[in-house]
């Protein structure tokens, strides 16, 4: 599945926009700066693919990519901008819940953490989110090369905990670095299961 080249398809921001469900998508969310466009050029191995989420122009809309002929990787917008105008963060978290809810070849979310920080309160709110539009949700550590080991624990802990309390939680918790490659093939394999 991951042999091929990965390839971006489109940014979408309104639900007309979406493309044909023609295919088996996982999704991926994160705070701005959580290392998700990092995490999905690791996983397509493809450098540059998606752009830093905090590219103007990129970060309102949900950015579709193929890997290989079954199956769209789809990047959403990054949250937790503390300055972004209400209008706008109100506009995509109703895209979001659209999107979420409606989607039926959606199998399963990514919800990206830092290894560094744990689960925040807007975390919180996607899981919630995730939780009400009953889509399937895994946490992935990020950067976790930035953490000692010794200290993982605690932070494994602690995610642990706030997962117990979303129904639509999936337990298992996927360490990963983007930069050293730790947990990338453990990823892929992860989603070749759902195909
Ligand atoms: P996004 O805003 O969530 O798309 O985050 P980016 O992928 O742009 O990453 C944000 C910053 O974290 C960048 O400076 C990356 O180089 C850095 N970063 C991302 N992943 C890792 C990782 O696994 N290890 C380390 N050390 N840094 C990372």
Redesign the pocket.
Known sequence: LFAGPSEFVKGVVAMSGLPAADRIEVCFA??????????I?ALTGTKGL?R???TPGRTQEINFFTQGPELYLVDLP?YGYANAPLKVVEKWQKLLKQYLSGRQTLRRAFV?IDTRHGVKPVDEEIMKLLDSAAVTFQCVL?????VKASDREKILTQVRGALAKHPAAYPEIVL?????GDGIATLRAIINGLL
Do not use: F, M, P, Y
């Open positions: 994160g705070r701005s700066n959580v290392g998700k466009s990092s995490l050029n998606a830093a989420s905090n990054g990206l990020t950067k976790a090369d930035k990963t670095s983007s930069e050293k």
